[in-house]
Antibody
Framework: VQLVESGGGVVQPGRSLRLSCATSDFMFSAYTMHWIRQAPGKGLEWVAGVSNDGATQNYSNSVRGRFAISRDNPNKNLYLYMNDPRPEDTAVYYC???????????????WGQGALVSVSS | EILLTQSPGTLSLSPGETATLSCRASQSVSNNLAWYQQKPGQAPRLLIYAASRRTNGIPHRFSGSGSGTDFTLTINRLEPEDFAVFYCQQYGGSPYTFGLGTKVQIK
């Protein structure tokens, strides 16, 4: 099982950024997917999750209305569209999944290594 | 939003001792609680789910207990590789929140 994030970097406040998570070695379309972030020196924050078919999305209160999670099942990729990013969105962003049971949202038993996003002018 | 309060913030122990970590939820999450271990520069690793079920490959010295609002992670006979930060996460209701973590450090 591999989860590999990409698309991180420095972005100016208010500019958009798209994070990607490329996956392999599991039946991507059968499992929910999530983004979790960790600000420098801080704890973990669940950001967003999407159902296996992409029909249901959930968001944290801090990103709802600004970020969008989506998935491309044929190509086994997960995305996070970060619109109107703010300095407080600076963090390492992890993609993660629950492979214990198809369709279940939690717990998160597989994680990527993360991608750093810095929001700064 | 369900708030998770972890205590203590830092625990200083010696190898061979027992660590007892607490996680308290602001409202009941039933048994929908997981514990993760994170070492510096690494992604979190799932230890315990459904409050008390150990993930495959996790040593038996790790155990979880509790339900409703009060949960405990116990690490018996600490090994050198156990020193890390531990987070609880509730998945009883969205948004699915984490606690702020407990750092278990070598005394």
């Amino acid at each position: 099982v591999q989860l590999v994030e990409s698309g991180g970097g420095v972005v100016q406040p208010g500019r958009s950024l798209r994070l990607s998570c490329a996956t392999s070695d599991f039946m991507f379309s059968a499992y929910t997917m999530h983004w979790i972030r960790q600000a420098p020196g801080k704890g973990l924050e669940w950001v967003a999750g999407v159902s296996n078919d992409g029909a249901t999305q959930n968001y944290s209160n801090s990103v709802r209305g600004r970020f969008a999670i989506s998935r491309d099942n044929p190509n086994k990729n997960l995305y996070l569209y970060m619109n109107d990013p703010r300095p407080e969105d600076t963090a390492v962003y992890y993609c993660a999944t629950c492979l214990m049971w198809s369709g279940d949202w939690f717990p998160l038993d597989y994680w990527g290594q993360g991608a750093l996003v810095s929001v700064s002018s | 939003e369900i708030l998770l309060t972890q205590s203590p913030g830092t625990l200083s122990l010696s190898p061979g001792e027992t660590a007892t970590l607490s996680c308290r939820a602001s409202q009941s999450v039933s048994n929908n609680l997981a514990w993760y271990q994170q070492k510096p520069g690494q992604a979190p690793r799932l230890l315990i789910y459904a409050a008390s079920r150990r993930t495959n490959g996790i040593p038996h010295r790790f155990s979880g207990s509790g339900s409703g609002t009060d949960f405990t992670l116990t690490i018996n006979r600490l090994e050198p590789e156990d020193f890390a930060v531990f987070y609880c996460q509730q998945y009883g209701g969205s948004p699915y929140t984490f606690g702020l973590g407990t750092k278990v450090q070598i005394k």
